[in-house]
């Protein structure tokens, strides 16, 4: 099926632990994005991706690590997972349009 | 700073009426405006989108509405049914950069039967 889904949907993990969201998108678009809600914050970049091996800081990137080794994947992972980091993210695409995935909840104890 | 800035922070509106979402940015170089529809536990869903060289734009009940002098856009929604009350975020990119989408903060939209 076409589309960019994210696993887990679901996750909770302990302070300081290195945890990996993941994101995959079947449409080969160039440009992907990570992105995290917040409660009066909405949505907040934190990294992006123009192609492979190409990425950049978003607005709030800290405590954040991100790789894109094929066009189709682009994994974020908390290398040391606080509890500010609790929140939903949102991977997204842009072919014509962005396209987000369904969300990743993540709870840090 | 990007910025894009979104009011009200919650609507209520009555089936049948007239939702009004109003934002406004900074960044001149912005080209392309989006308003984007959530609903719980999913993710953001473009709804409709308008570029600056065209004061307005409608889709079905949904219209755009851009002011590139005061560098405002809004969204109407006519004939507001309780299935639109969702979260809705207006957001602008520049395609001549890295198409980051700057969001506002959201408006939480609730139609009333």
């Known amino acids: 099926d076409a589309g960019i889904t994210q696993s887990p949907r679901y996750k909770i993990t302990e302070t300081g632990r290195q945890v990996t969201l993941m994101c995959h998108q079947t449409?080969?678009?160039?440009?992907m994005f990570w992105y995290r809600q917040d409660l009066g914050h909405g949505l907040r970049l934190i990294y992006y991706?123009?192609?492979?091996?190409?990425?950049d800081k978003g607005e709030v990137p800290d405590g954040y690590v991100v790789s894109r080794s094929k066009t189709e994947n682009f994994p974020l992972t908390l290398e040391s997972a606080t509890r500010s980091q609790t929140s939903v993210y949102f991977c997204?695409?842009?072919?014509?349009?962005?396209?987000f995935g369904q969300g990743t909840r993540l709870t840090v104890v | 700073q990007q910025q894009v800035k979104q009011s009200p922070q919650s609507l209520i509106v009555q089936k049948g009426g007239i939702s009004i979402i109003n934002c406004a940015y900074e960044?001149?170089?912005?080209?392309?405006f989006p308003w984007y529809q959530q609903f719980p536990g999913k993710g953001p869903a473009l709804l409709i989108a308008?570029?600056?060289?065209?004061s307005e734009k409608k889709e079905g009940r949904f219209t755009i509405s851009f002011n590139k002098s005061a560098k405002q856009f809004s969204l109407h929604i006519m004939d507001s049914q309780p299935g639109d009350s969702a979260t809705y975020f207006c957001?602008?990119?520049?395609?001549?950069?890295?198409?980051?989408?700057?969001f506002g903060k959201g408006t939480k939209l609730s139609v009333i039967p």
């Open positions: 997204a695409s842009i072919g014509t349009e962005a396209f």
């Open positions: 960044n001149t170089a912005f080209d392309y």
């Open positions: 449409w080969s678009h160039s440009y």
């Open positions: 308008i570029r600056p060289d065209v």
């Open positions: 991706s123009a192609a492979a091996d190409i990425t």
């Open positions: 957001a602008a990119y520049s395609g001549a950069g890295s198409y980051q989408l700057t």
